[in-house]
Nanobody, 115 residues
């Protein structure tokens, strides 16, 4: 059964950093595109960053220069390094893999940035 497990969320002050992790089971980052999304209460999820199986990364404009997505195929783990965090980054962050047009999601990890 495919499983994605996020971790690393927490509370930080403005300007701080967090590193989110996504560990995958029964699905490979090496064979699929993965993405990080975030969701504000009452809102739809929005795309934060995407990492192709070849390692090419793209970012939403609101995180460019601050967030970095990476992975280790051998560990089947992906990360989202978040620097210079702002209060508007406070959200639940989700790991996603799309395989054969099917989306797989983790349960999310909460990030709170205080001013």
């Amino acid at each position: 059964q495919v499983q994605l497990v996020e971790s690393g969320g927490g509370s930080v002050q403005t300007g701080g950093s967090l590193r989110l992790s996504c560990a995958a089971s029964y699905i490979s980052f090496s064979l699929n595109t993965m993405s990080w999304y975030r969701q504000f209460p009452g809102m739809q999820r929005e795309l934060v960053a995407t990492l192709t199986r070849a390692g090419g990364a793209t970012y939403a404009d609101f995180v460019k220069g601050r967030f970095t997505v990476s992975k280790d195929d051998a560990e089947n783990t992906a990360w989202l390094q978040m620097n210079n965090l702002k209060p508007e980054d406070s959200a639940t962050y989700y790991c996603n893999i799309r395989r054969n047009y099917v989306d797989y999601w983790g349960e999310g990890t909460l990030v709170t940035v205080s001013s």
